[in-house]
């Protein structure tokens, strides 16, 4: 099999996660989400929760101690350029399905690389929402609302352009029209074609 690496960038609730997990589960390929932030923390050996919170807003302050004294810096900015270097790794590697983290920018200079947007209407969103997270619908909408606003200042901070751009992608799809399963389906065989043998 080639090597690939398939980024998946999303809009919160269209059910980007659970397809780019079953593409990789088909594949037999490695799949990474939160296990970024692992690998951040374990690399700057900084409290998960900080790193948490610097992975979803653009200046977190903390504070190291130099042989001068005590000195502070924006944490968001190591967090940052410290996935650069961990989604550099994973592609590197092995073949495998990335979910966000800019990834599509990030390995822009890759040909072994497919760049896919999930999206879906805001009703069947928060319906998902509802479910997964068993909140109502009014938590739901809150939920999809600051994430939406953190996942596009946030790609707008790292990258300079916006999420979901069409010159940014070579797919985008709406999981609402055939369900997450056959878009599952629909995808693996965008992949087929564009990873098969010459």
């Not at 590197?92 to 822009?108: A, H, N, T």
């Not at 969103?125 to 606003?149: G, L, T, W, Y």
Request: charged share 30%.
């Amino acid at each position: 099999m080639r090597h690939m690496v398939i980024t998946i960038g999303c809009e919160y609730g269209s059910g980007g996660p659970e397809i780019g997990k079953a593409i990789a589960e088909n594949l037999g390929i490695e799949y990474y989400d939160r296990d970024l932030v692992d690998q951040v923390v374990e690399q700057l050996g900084v409290e998960r929760d900080l790193v948490e919170k610097a992975d979803t807003e653009n200046y977190v302050r903390y504070s190291f101690e130099t042989n001068y004294g005590r000195r502070y810096a924006n944490l968001t900015n190591r967090v940052i350029y410290t996935q650069f270097e961990v989604v550099q790794k994973f592609a590197e590697q092995s073949s495998c399905v990335i979910i966000g983290r800019c990834s599509d920018y990030i390995l822009k200079e890759r040909d072994d690389v497919l760049n896919i947007f999930i999206y879906a209407p805001e009703e069947i969103r928060v319906k998902a929402v509802m479910e997964q997270k068993r909140v109502s619908e009014k938590k739901a909408r809150e939920e999809i609302k600051a994430n939406d606003e953190m996942m596009h200042t946030r790609y707008k901070y790292m990258t300079g352009t916006y999420r979901g751009d069409r010159r940014n992608r070579h797919m985008l799809i709406d999981s609402s029209v055939l369900g997450w399963a056959k878009t599952t389906d629909y995808i693996m065989q965008m992949i087929d074609l564009r990873f098969e043998e010459k």
